[in-house]
């Protein structure tokens, strides 16, 4: 019998050590934190969730419940006024995808003059003031829920070419030779190329042209001949998409332009980074087409 109850009382002191520790574990999560007084007389602030008040505008109201409870955390954040709404939904430092889209909105009105990126840096924060600015909003460079909105209502959702456009130098005003028929319009100026016809831009792309050793001839000329899969007979290096329109120069795809940028340079050629886009034109221009390359 003695061990049979000192059994039990052994099972009984277990369980309450038990729950004691559970105790602590839900007391060390009281919003209170250290410090807050073990005092029964003051209110517990646990029943509450912290951001519910905290996200209560000065003068708005809460509802309370019908049951008498406090108001949950999403019921007090939904106030018209709360202090949400001038939340930051993106700003400097973000790189996301939304970004992305907010650049090219902000293109589409003008507010912004680089293919998007999707970071947030000071050129998108100043493109978002002058937004603001003419929208009478508080000119933060950040963007908040009313901006969002704002700028939604007044733009349209981007298209995939908008969002990751190929080209991401600004095009130059069309030479006035390009203005007129079937035209591979390089400018060297803004390192583009523009397929135009009669005066329309059909697609364009970055290009990069020839050392002071070797430059890329200037003028009007015409696509001689073409050859999707061609390795060059001088340097032995591929030239896949190829459009010769003078000589030994030709437009082209290059793998080093895609890799390093405008950190190297062609042996005269127009290279050209952008595979995809490349490919699609190379279909759509003729032999005898026009070549206008220019400042």
């Keep these: ?21 559970a105790g602590c574990t839900a007391q060390a999560a009281d919003p209170g934190g250290p410090g807050a007084g073990p005092s029964s007389k003051a209110p517990r602030p646990s029943t509450t969730a912290p951001s519910a008040t905290a996200s209560t ?4 109201t809460a509802t309370p419940t019908t049951d008498g409870k406090p108001p949950s955390p999403s019921a007090s954040a939904t106030t018209g006024t709360g202090s949400p709404a001038a939340e930051a939904l993106m700003k400097d430092g973000d790189e996301t995808e939304q970004v992305r889209e907010l650049q090219a909105r902000l293109r589409q009105l003008a507010y912004f003059d680089r293919a998007p990126t999707g970071f947030y840096g000071t050129m998108t924060a100043g493109s978002v003031k002058a937004f603001q600015k003419k929208q009478g909003l508080p000119r933060t460079g950040s963007v908040d829920g009313t901006t969002w909105e704002r700028l939604l209502a007044a733009s349209r959702k981007p298209t995939a070419d908008e969002l990751k456009p190929s080209t991401t130098n600004k095009l130059d005003t069309p030479d006035a030779r390009c203005m007129t028929g079937r035209v591979l319009c390089i400018s060297k100026e803004s390192r583009t190329l523009a397929w135009m016809i009669d005066g329309r831009v059909v697609s364009s792309m970055d290009v990069r042209f020839g050392s002071e050793n070797t430059p890329t ?14 390795t060059s007979t001088i340097y032995h290096t591929p030239m896949p998409y190829a459009m010769f329109f003078s000589g030994g120069q030709a437009v082209h795809y290059s793998a080093d332009f895609a890799a390093r940028g405008y950190n190297g340079a062609s042996h005269g050629c127009v290279n050209v980074r952008d595979r995809a886009k490349l490919s699609a ?9 026009k070549v206008v390359v220019h400042w």
Excluded: C, H, N
Excluded at 57 to 60: N, V, Y
Excluded at 281 to 289: A, I, R, S, T
């Design 57 to 60: 505008a000065p003068g708005a």
């Design 217 to 230: 001839r200037e003028g009007t000329f015409s696509v001689g001949w073409k050859a999707r899969k061609w």
């Design 281 to 289: 034109l190379f279909d759509q221009v003729k032999v005898g087409d």
């Design 1 to 21: 019998m003695k061990r049979t109850t000192s059994v039990i009382r052994r099972a009984v002191l277990a369980a309450a050590a038990v729950a004691l520790a």
